[in-house]
């Protein structure tokens, strides 16, 4: 009785597990006669590791199909027989696979009834790829595409593919299991045009499929600088942005202007300006003033750039104008002799007083001033700093 044999053995591995092996076979004419029990098994003789991969029994159907995993390579597939659980013999094969990830092949295997039992064998690994990133991503970044190492060079064949074009290798990226590709790696692949990456392992086999495109890339921000308000009770703060490159022609920016520091709720927009352009410096003030706080800006080009976030940036309120008084009354009835002595404090630079809302007058001192030759009355009293700010309370 010939017996014959049809094994398929595929390399699986997986970016996430060790390294593993899928095994593939069907069996047929595995009829048993004169053993108690024959096995089918695959092993690396290296390590000592095996897996049974059929049972066989007298009685028992004489064809198999299947497939299981196992976390080693075999170079060595045999039949094993039993007789009361006694081992008797192996009918064995070592195949040139064992060297080579991907093999095919056809051989011989002699058990020792004499029988010939014909063997293929198929290895290739069963790899997947892999990335994080979401599309669309801007063109100023890259991708990252990720696969399980530890392969043969030739496994890492990365192609892609767009608008119909046949799959194409991508040159420089061959032989490494993780790759970062940019838009300018894939040519002929431009602004939002969908392409797919692949990797061709073995002569004939593909991995999964991967799509993805890339976005405008938004304007770089150079600068930014805030203008503080003028008086600690004014919302006249202001911010002025640069950025690295003109807009191209109907390019425009979309800016949302948010309260506090990145990350913050989408939806917590503060402010929003959109269809916005540049002037000749390559920049913008915002033209709505705001109070003393933290914020941060998310821009974009268009609808579909690559989105920022500027970082936090403060502004700042002067301190608070404050002043103190004290006076000294007059020594006669009717007689200028009485004075008022004032205290300032906070602001921004040198102060002024008036009294009754007159004219304004300097300080005689840095943060403080006499006014003399009064009468007995009462006065209003007001003070301000060099931005014109004035006390509150």
């Not at 108690?36 to 028992?60: F, H, K, S, Y």
């Not at 990252?144 to 040159?171: C, D, L």
Request: glycine share 8%; proline share 5%; net charge negative.
């Amino acid at each position: 009785m010939n017996r014959f044999l049809t094994i398929a053995i595929l390399l699986f591995t997986t970016a996430i597990y060790a390294q593993s092996y899928r095994v593939q076979y069907s069996i047929s004419n595995f009829a048993n006669d004169s053993f108690n029990d024959e096995q089918l098994i695959v092993e690396n003789t290296n390590t000592g590791q095996e897996r049974v991969l059929v049972t066989n029994c007298a009685g028992c159907p004489s064809s198999y199909s299947g497939t299981t995993f196992v976390n080693f390579k075999p170079n060595r597939v045999f039949i094993r027989f039993l007789f009361n659980n006694t081992t008797l013999g192996n009918a064995t094969i070592n195949y040139p696979g064992s060297t080579n990830d991907c093999t095919t092949g056809n051989y011989s295997l002699n058990n020792q009834n004499g029988l010939l039992s014909p063997v293929t064998l198929n290895i290739s690994p069963n790899i997947s790829i892999g990335s994080t990133a979401t599309t669309p991503v801007s063109s100023c970044d890259t991708i990252r595409f990720t696969s399980r190492n530890g392969f043969e060079s030739h496994v890492y064949n990365w192609q892609y593919t767009y608008a119909g074009i046949g799959w194409t290798s991508i040159p420089g990226f061959q032989g490494i299991s993780t790759i970062d590709i940019g838009i300018d790696d894939l040519p002929g692949v431009g602004i939002n045009t969908a392409f797919q990456i692949r990797l061709r392992y073995c002569p004939g086999r593909f991995t999964n499929i991967l799509t993805y495109s890339f976005s405008m890339c938004s304007p770089g921000l150079v600068s930014l600088t805030p203008s503080d308000t003028s008086c600690s009770y004014n919302n006249d703060g202001n911010i002025r942005l640069v950025f690295d490159r003109a807009l191209n022609t109907g390019e425009t920016l979309s800016l949302n202007l948010f309260m506090g520091a990145p990350p913050n709720d989408p939806m917590a927009i503060l402010f929003t300006q959109t269809g916005v352009t540049l002037d000749g410096a390559n920049s913008y003030t915002w033209p709505s003033v705001l109070e003393a706080n933290t914020y941060y800006f998310r821009y974009q080009s268009n609808s579909d750039g690559s989105i920022y976030d500027s970082g936090p940036f403060t502004i700042n309120a002067p301190p608070a104008v404050t002043f103190s008084a004290t006076w000294t009354d007059v020594n006669c009835f009717g007689d200028n002799t009485g004075s008022i002595g004032i205290t300032a404090n906070g602001g921004v630079g040198n102060f002024e007083y008036r009294i009754d809302l007159g004219v304004w007058i300097p300080f005689d001192n840095s943060n403080s001033h006499t006014i003399s030759n009064l009468s007995a009355g009462n006065y209003d009293i007001r003070v301000r700093d060099a931005n014109m700010c004035t006390e509150q309370n």
